[in-house]
Structures are given as C-alpha cells and as structure tokens.
C-alpha cells in the first residue's frame, strides 16, 4: 500500500526484491507446461531410435506397427520428403556444419537416433507399436577421433608468445577434461503442434522460440507469418532448449501431414540419450612467468566434441572458451587454437557457461599451477596478474573489449570476507595435524550477450499496461524483472504491468533467453520501449489536459499536467482507444529493438574449502565463499536464486556428474540411477556477497548472472581439492570428484 506507493512515485523498483509473480502459479500446480497443453483429438509420437552407434540401415519392417491398435501413422526417413536444413550458426569461420537428421536415413551415427516416428491415439499406443518396428542395421566400425577431420578449428594469436616462453623465468602447463554433462531440466523436451487453414502453432519447451520459427518455416517450407511458436512455462532449459530438435520438426511435420494436433513428450531417459549434451572439452594450456609470478605468455590448445550433428549453436561452447581464455588477467601474448570434431553420440550443444567453464577451469588450474612452482600464494599471484581498475573498456589479447569490472575490489572483498591468511594459518595447521584440507580460487569473467532483442509495450483501455519481450522465460523470474522495469520507467506499481513473452506472435522477432544475456540485452530493449511509450503518454495526456507533453508527470494515480489537471490511467485508456474498444485493447503501443553498445562481463571470484575423509575418500566443502559482480543488479533475490542455481550445477560438474559412453558407443548414464544429479543435501551452503560495477555496454547498467555458477564455482572447487591432495604427489585429478577418484589418489592407486 503505503511503501509501494511511495517507491512508485520515486520510482525505485529496480533494486528492490518484490516477490516472484511467477511463484504463486508454479508452486500450486498453476503452471501450464507443453505437455499440459492437450487439444482435443490430439495424437501421440514415438520414436523407434537406433540401438547401434554407427551403422547402416538396411531394412525396416512397419507393417506390425502400422496395424497395431490406435496406430495413425508411422514415418521413415522417406516420407519426409522436401524436408529443408535447421540453420547453423557460423559463429567461427571454417564451420563445416552437420546439421541434424529428423530421421536417420541409410546411416545411424549415434545410439538413440530417431528412425521411425509413430502417430498414434495415445502415448502408450505409441509406444507399443515401437516396439513392433523391426529395424534391421548392420554394424560399422566407430571412427574414433583421430581418424576424423575437424569441423572447426580457429586460432587466436597476439604478441609475440614464443620469445614470453624464451625468457620465462618458469613456464607451467595444466590438462583439464570436462566430461559430457546432460543439461538436467526438471522439464523434459516436449512439442506438441496444430496445423490448420491459418498455418502451423507450435507449443515447444524452447528458449529460443523465434528461431524454432524460422527453423519450422524453413524446414517445413511455410512462410514465417504461418508459423506461431509459443513457450508457455519452460521447466528449466540451460542451453539444452535452445536449439530446434528432429522430434520437434518430427511433431510439426506429422501436424501438417495429417492436419490433427501431435504431441510429444521426452521421458528422462529419452532426454539423457538424444537431448544436446554439454561439455565434453579437453584443454591443454601453458604458461610462462617471470620470476614474479606476472604471466608472460600463454599457450593452449582447445579441443570439443560435437558429437553426432550440430545444433545451431554447436560452435559457441569452443568460440567462448577461446575469446575469454585469458580471463580477467593481463596476458599480452598469446596463442590459443580450437579444433571441434564430431563423435559417436548425441549432439553436443551450449550448456550453462558454455566455453566460459571450461576456460575458466583451464586458466585458474593454470594459475594454481604458477603459485606452487614459483612459491607464491595462490591469491598474491592472481593479485599481481588481474586487469587493472584503471585499465577498461580493457581489450583482450583475442580481441575481445571487457567494458568494465573491479577484479581487483572482488579480490580485496573475498579476502576481507574470509580473513584469507588467517583461513590458510588454519588449513596449514589442520594439515600438519593429519588432516586433508585444502584450498582453492576461482576467478572469472562471464560475456553476457551479442546483438539485440526486442520488446514492446501497450497502455489499454482500461489502464493496464501490457509489455512483450523476446526474451523468454524458464523459471528465472523474467516476469518480476521486467515489470520491475516498466514500473520504474513509467512511474506505476508492478501490478499494473503485465509481461507477455515465449510468443512469436507477442513481438514480431525475437532472440531468446541464453548467454547470460536477457537482462542486458532484453532488459535494454524494454527500457527503450517503455520510454517510447512514457513519450507517447506524455503526448496524449498533454493534449487532454491542455498542457505542454514535458509538463505531464506520471504516477501511479495516472498523468498529472502542470496545473495540477489529471486523468487516470485508465481514463487516458478509454479516452484514446475509444468508447467501443474492448478493455484489453491497446490504446498506445511501443516498440523496439535495442542493439547493444557492446558486451557486458560480469566478473567474479569463489573461494571453497574442503576437507576429505581419509577413509572415503569423501569430499566435504566446509565453506564455499563467493562475490559476484553483475553490474547494477535489478532484483537482488532473483540474482541470488540465479547464483545458488548455477552454482549447484557448477557443483554437480565439479563433483558427481558425467555421462559416459562405453567402447561400442553405449550411452551408460542413461537414466538417473547411473547420471548423479546433486540433490538438495548433496549442494553445499554459500556464502554470497556482491560487487555492483555498472556496465557502461547498455542504458540500465546491468550484466548477466545466469551463468556465474557453473563458471567460477568448479575451478574453485577442483582448486580446493588438488590443494588438499597435495600432500599425496599432488594428483592432476579429472572432473568429476568423485569419493572413490579422490580415495584413490589418497591411496597412490591407478585410475585416480
Ligand atoms: S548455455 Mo545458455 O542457455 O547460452
């Protein structure tokens, strides 16, 4: 009442915590998900998917299948002819793209390949009748990686690297692997279409729904104003839901051909095996350092697994890793290749971080490394090496311009916060009583979004204000920040705002919620919209009340015209829609689309300590310390909810989760019985502070936060346990940390 007023005539919603609006619908059942979406004589895919790794189809008997009770239709690769190509997005020159297979045709490249797709009355007719699918595939060889041409390769270079090796006073180097990793939603995929006189609706747990579009339209030759593609509530999607998938084009294409609505819905298993993995990099570095410790040079070699075909954004998880390499430290001279190959298994696709882990993880080994050889402590010598305060807009050595960042303010706070000497006089002590403790750092920096992203912005008739974004929403409060934005903008409480997105017909283009980049990005073109809009008002209310436009001044009560005159919202509504326009009806509509200035980085540090079980071999992080620097932050408790998010998937990766694919090409992990997910009493608690350098890249200052978790939490961690284990030969251990990896370097056994 009284406080929301007050703030709303001051207009200070952003920075403030109101609570989620989402959270009422989602957390009483409310929520409205693809597969609660259930049109009336909708229809039910299955998949027939390939139990081999590489081989040829050589026949395929459907005849069972197509006899079988409630069974529509059942396709093969041949009838879907005219199919067109998903797009691939040519973030590297030299990309030779492999773009999916809806359905495989004459040769599988991976188990779990989609093969036949089965229309029928139900889900479980469906599922039935896959099973009466003989698919006859003889068996090729695997071709390892060694025995295959990449598919990309890009190299930067600056400064000149080999005589920084020459004169190094000591050179280091680290391996770092990152195992595939699933990109776990609570949500699986799920796609359900309708194809009628108007064109092709598409419901899809997508966070890219403008691409799914033009993806549709492409491929299913349709004109892009035929295709609508709505996300209602998205369950989750971390990068895995960002590009479009055979089942998807499976679903519209079977809409299409039998013109009745087709759904499909993943299982968990389904979403394990054929659903975009992430990760998967192997990352060689080394660097070289004079005496005191300041990096001279750095060299590394970056090689990513694609697996079976490329998704639209199969080149950003290298491109990332490569143009962020250097991190937030000085590095002058440099020379860093990637090279991507494919493999036998599914997609490799973006997930969380996307080459920001995985570089982070390559740079702070490397860093660790450097302090032991050169008997420096592990936060001196990031001390010596971090960009200067003084030194942004800073441009990298890959050509990269860091806007702006305070690495060295992170690190004086994480030191304040913790008391770090005294923390390592403890471990050291703990240590020489018998104990294994250690602990580690993770710097980094997190790009937060290219480009641009649209949104737009109606008062009604009736008062309300309805805004649109392109930027799309999976459980990270899209709603409540940007309604935050609105009402600061237009002077009015968040209750008067709605906020419509996952709807290509809600803003005509649109990007899509990935790269740490909606708030940025989306958040800029929503500024730009309401101020379009604030202009509008300010317009037509002035020539209401008979005033100058720049005398109008708005609140929540409505427009107020220098003679102290007014009208309502509402009343300003009524008056230019007209007597006859329905309530919700747009009386003034803004739009834009906001190309930003340049990137944002939001920047941080974590610091965790461990102790392991000498038994066990279990890992117990006794504090995980964190300072995050997103730039001006919106809504401090959505910004936390992104931190502990993030930083429990950065946990998992660190510590539990892997996919594994036996010799023959088998997916192992392929239900969560074998895959470990952390589970709530698995995460460990943090400790949050935060440093709020605003982002000079876009109007409200702001920086991403999506990604920070999963960036700088798992060197810290890795970190903290190379550090404990130092005593025992110092093992370079490999992600994950699990208890029996861990027992067996304590133990001096193989397989560590
Ligand atoms: S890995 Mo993200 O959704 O760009």
């Given at each position: 009442g009284e406080t929301r007023r007050r703030r709303a005539e001051a207009g200070t919603w952003i920075g403030h915590s109101p609570r989620r609006r989402e959270d009422y619908r989602l957390v009483t059942g409310g929520g409205a998900f693809v597969d609660d979406h259930q049109p009336e004589g909708c229809l039910h895919l299955a998949f027939v998917r390939s139990e081999l790794a590489h081989g040829r189809i050589v026949a395929i008997n459907r005849e069972a299948a197509r006899q079988a009770e409630g069974i529509v239709a059942v396709y093969v690769a041949?009838?879907?002819?005219g199919l067109g190509e998903a797009a691939i997005n040519r973030l590297l020159p030299g990309i030779t793209a492999t773009p999916m297979h809806v359905l495989a045709r004459d040769i599988v490249t991976a188990a779990g390949q989609p093969i036949v797709a089965i229309a029928a009355t139900s889900a479980a007719a469906a599922a039935d009748a896959a099973q009466l699918v003989e698919v006859q595939i003889d068996p090729l060889p695997l071709i390892g990686v060694e025995d295959r041409e990449p598919v990309l390769r890009h190299r930067w270079a600056a400064g000149d690297v080999n005589s920084a090796f020459k004169t190094a006073a000591a050179t280091v180097s680290a391996s770092v692997e990152h195992a595939l990793l699933a990109p776990m939603t609570l949500e699986p995929r799920a796609a359900l279409a309708c194809f009628d006189a108007d064109g092709l609706t598409a419901w899809l747990s997508t966070q890219t729904p403008h691409r799914a579009r033009d993806d549709l339209a492409r491929m299913l030759d349709l004109p892009v104003n035929k295709v609508r593609v709505i996300a209602p509530d998205v369950g989750g999607a971390f990068g895995g839901k960002a590009s479009i998938y055979p089942e998807d084009v499976m679903v519209a294409w079977a809409a299409k051909d039998l013109c009745r609505p087709v759904k499909w819905t993943a299982s968990r298993s389904e979403d394990l095996l054929a659903a975009t993995h992430g990760r998967g990099g192997r990352l060689h570095g080394e660097l070289a350092l004079d005496a005191a410790g300041t990096v001279l040079g750095l060299r590394a070699r970056l090689t990513f697994s694609h697996g079976g075909w490329m998704p639209f954004s199969a080149a950003a998880p290298a491109r990332n890793a490569g143009r962020i390499l250097p991190g937030p430290y000085r590095v002058e001279a440099i020379d860093v290749s990637v090279e991507g190959f494919l493999s036998h298994g599914a997609a490799v696709g973006i997930y969380r971080g996307a080459g920001r882990p995985e570089a982070a993880m390559l740079m702070e080994r490397l860093m660790d490394a450097a302090a032991r050889r050169l008997a420096i402590d592990p936060l001196e010598i990031r001390r010596r090496n971090l960009v200067a305060s003084d030194a942004f807009a800073y441009r990298t050595p890959t050509g990269e311009t860091l806007d702006s960042g305070n690495y060295a303010a992170l690190l004086e706070r994480l030191d304040a916060h913790v008391d770090y000497h005294r923390l390592r006089s403890e471990m050291d002590a703990r240590r020489k009583s018998g104990e294994i403790v250690g602990l580690g750092l993770g710097f980094y920096i997190e790009p937060c979004g290219q480009g641009w992203e649209s949104a737009s912005i109606s008062l009604c008739r009736d008062g309300s204000i309805v805004a649109a974004t392109g930027s799309s929403a999976q459980g990270q409060g899209r709603e409540t920040a940007f309604a935050q934005i609105v009402a600061e903008t237009l002077r009015v409480?968040?209750?008067r705002v709605s906020i419509r997105s996952g709807d290509t017909q809600a803003v005509a283009e649109g990007i899509g919620a990935l790269a740490s980049r909606s708030t940025a990005i989306g958040g800029g073109a929503m500024l730009r919209a309401c101020e379009a809009l604030r202009a509008k008002v300010s317009d037509a209310a002035g020539e209401v009340l008979q005033c100058?436009?720049?005398e109008i001044v708005l609140s929540e009560e409505g427009l107020c015209g220098g003679g102290g005159q007014s009208l309502s919202w509402e009343a300003l509504g009524r008056q230019v829609a007209g007597a006859g326009a329905t309530a919700d009806e747009p009386a003034l509509t803004s739009s834009a689309v906001y190309h930003a200035e340049g990137e944002a980085w939001s920047s941080g540090c974590c610091l965790a300590s461990v102790a392991i079980d000498r038994d066990t071999g279990t890992v117990a992080v006794e504090r995980l310390v964190w300072i995050d620097d997103?730039?001006?932050?919106?809504n401090p408790m959505l910004v936390k909810g992104q931190l502990v998010g993030g930083m429990a998937q950065g946990f998992g990766e660190a510590m539990m989760e892997r996919l594994v694919y036996d010799d023959d090409g088998q997916l192992l992990t392929g239900s969560l019985m074998d895959y470990a997910v952390p589970r709530a009493d698995d995460v460990p608690q943090v400790e949050i502070d935060k440093l709020e350098t605003w982002s000079p890249s876009n109007p409200l200052g702001v920086k991403g936060v999506g990604e920070a978790g999963c960036i700088g939490v798992p060197a810290a961690l890795v970190n903290a346990v190379s550090d404990a284990l130092t005593p025992f030969g110092a093992p370079s251990l490999q992600m994950p940390l699990t208890s029996e990896k861990v027992w067996r370097a304590i133990n001096g056994l193989d397989g560590a």
């Open positions: 041949a009838d879907l002819a409480v968040p209750e100058a436009a720049s997103a730039g001006r932050v919106l």
